[in-house]
């Protein structure tokens, strides 16, 4: 399932009315940033408005219309407006589940991960392993160190 949302911001600058729209790949976001970056700066960006600019900051004081949501993201918009921090937590999670069954699946020939919550419960708990220790590795430590 794809994840796209299609942003519009309508407002007014120097009495010309400006309405710049963009769609954005949400996923894409994701992989390549690992979270949702500003969509005000990606809308600026998408509609050659450059972001210091006085056009900038007039849109920066106008609400986002968001249209044509699809996937979860169509969960995360209340009121007129993305959580963008609730999405990027359930994309991961999701993302995480999708890994892990197509582990399961390719390794254990097992095909529904959620029918073996045991199986589940251990490969998340391997993954959040890897993750500290990975994390663990990227510290820089500081020459103020005793032990340095």
Known sequence: MKNRITVSL???FKGETYSPKSTI????????YGSIPCLYNHLAEDNDISVYSYEHDVMMMS???FEEVEG?????IHEGKFDSEGFEEKWWETNLHEQLE?????????DDLVAHPELKSALTE???????EAHAKKTIHSTTDPLF
């Not at 979860?72 to 995360?76: K, L, N, Q, R």
């Open 102 to 110: 197509a582990i399961s699946k390719r390794l254990m020939n097992v």
């Open 63 to 65: 609400d986002m219309v």
């Open 10 to 12: 309508p407002f007014s």
């Open 25 to 32: 790949d949400l996923d894409a976001k994701m992989h390549t």
């Open 72 to 76: 979860i993201a169509a969960d995360f």
């Open 126 to 132: 391997a993954y959040e392993v890897g993750r500290r």
